[in-house]
Nanobody, 125 residues
Framework: QVQLEDSGGGLVQAGDSLRLSCAAS???????MGWFRQAPGKEREFVSA????????YYADNVKGRFTISRDNTKNTAYLQMNSLKPEDTAVYYC???????????????????WGQGTQVTVSS
């Protein structure tokens, strides 16, 4: 079993930056880690993921060029650096781990096995 602790959310202004962290415990991650987010009244959506084995990264189109996912193997922790934040980035961000990513053409869909408790990110205009 894997436990995920995500942190780093907060209230910022448009154009600011935040870094989210996701620390995994219980066992070593050797598949994927990433984030989803859910805004009020909307479905949970994929944000980004990282393949632990070969460092391939995946991003949703609406965060490409602004968000960067990375990892620290020694800490079994992933990070999501979010720059140039926009009000539409406001959501609860959920760390995810394990599972698999299905790729079809240019489309990638991540199905995690584990979820964190979520951290709130609020971007004011």
């Amino acid at each position: 079993q894997v436990q995920l602790e995500d942190s780093g959310g907060g209230l910022v202004q448009a154009g600011d930056s935040l870094r989210l962290s996701c620390a995994a415990s219980g066992r070593t991650i050797n598949q994927y880690m990433g984030w989803f987010r859910q805004a009020p009244g909307k479905e949970r959506e994929f944000v980004s993921a990282l393949s632990w084995s070969d460092s391939i990264t995946y991003y949703a189109d609406n965060v490409k060029g602004r968000f960067t996912i990375s990892r620290d193997n020694t800490k079994n922790t992933a990070y999501l650096q979010m720059n140039s934040l926009k009000p539409e980035d406001t959501a609860v961000y959920y760390c995810a781990a394990g599972g698999t990513i299905y790729s079809y053409g240019d489309s990638n869909t991540y199905y995690p096995a584990y979820w964190g408790q979520g951290t709130q990110v609020t971007v004011s205009s």
